[in-house]
């Protein structure tokens, strides 16, 4: 998949209001785990968006427990998508990229073309820290990509 050019959308949407959609993710794998437990991803986001609250317009939360990261199939990060193209939301933040997927292949594609090719502002808070607005260039760093691959094959 080719690198699309993300100063573009970070120099025509850098001085609006954001209206986030927050997207925390738990598999049952994980459920006994306090550092991605929901709560967890909750009190994480949340901070972001209240150290950051001039930034933002509004949040909505999309929340799926007990379901794998493996593939795109999800009730909430469907209805996040919906919402993407409804032009509710413009902007998706995860705590890290494992949140958002474990598939290399869909991870790629969301970050590199359809949020790119929506102005969807993209934030992970961490593994790696990515802001596809404050930081476009982060965004064809190779460690993206690389993190996803180890993401990918973490559920292997």
Same mark, same amino acid.
């Given at each position: 998949? !080719?690198?699309?050019?993300?100063?573009?959308?970070?120099?025509?949407?850098? &001085?609006?209001?954001?209206?986030? !959609?927050?997207?925390?993710? @738990?598999?049952?794998? #994980?459920?006994? &785990?306090?550092?991605? =437990?929901?709560?967890?991803?909750?009190? $994480?986001? $949340?901070?972001?968006?209240?150290?950051?609250? #001039?930034?933002?317009?509004?949040?909505?939360?999309? *929340? #799926? %427990?007990?379901?794998? !990261?493996?593939? =795109?199939?999800?009730? %909430?990060?469907?209805?996040?998508?919906? #919402?993407?193209?409804?032009? @509710?939301?413009? +902007?998706?933040?995860?705590?890290?990229?494992?949140?958002?997927?474990?598939?290399?292949? *869909? %991870?790629?594609?969301?970050? *590199?073309?359809?949020?790119?090719?929506?102005?969807?502002?993209?934030?992970?808070? *961490?593994?790696? %820290? @990515?802001? =596809?607005?404050?930081? /476009?260039?982060?965004?064809?760093?190779?460690? @993206? /990509?690389?993190?996803?691959?180890?993401?990918?094959?973490? +559920?292997?």
């Amino acid at each position: 998949m !080719g690198r699309r050019n993300h100063r573009k959308t970070s120099q025509s949407v850098q &001085s609006k209001k954001w209206r986030p !959609g927050l997207y925390v993710r @738990i598999s049952k794998e #994980d459920k006994n &785990s306090t550092q991605y =437990s929901i709560e967890n991803q909750k009190k $994480c986001l $949340c901070g972001f968006v209240d150290a950051n609250e #001039d930034e933002f317009s509004g949040i909505k939360f999309y *929340e #799926d %427990a007990g379901h794998t !990261g493996t593939d =795109s199939d999800r009730t %909430a990060f469907q209805l996040l998508l919906q #919402d993407i193209q409804k032009g @509710i939301i413009d +902007c998706v933040i995860v705590k890290d990229l494992s949140r958002l997927s474990r598939n290399y292949y *869909e %991870a790629g594609y969301y970050l *590199e073309y359809l949020f790119v090719s929506m102005n969807v502002r993209f934030i992970s808070l *961490e593994y790696p %820290a @990515i802001d =596809s607005v404050k930081n /476009p260039d982060l965004m064809n760093n190779v460690m @993206i /990509p690389m993190q996803n691959v180890v993401n990918d094959d973490f +559920c292997r």
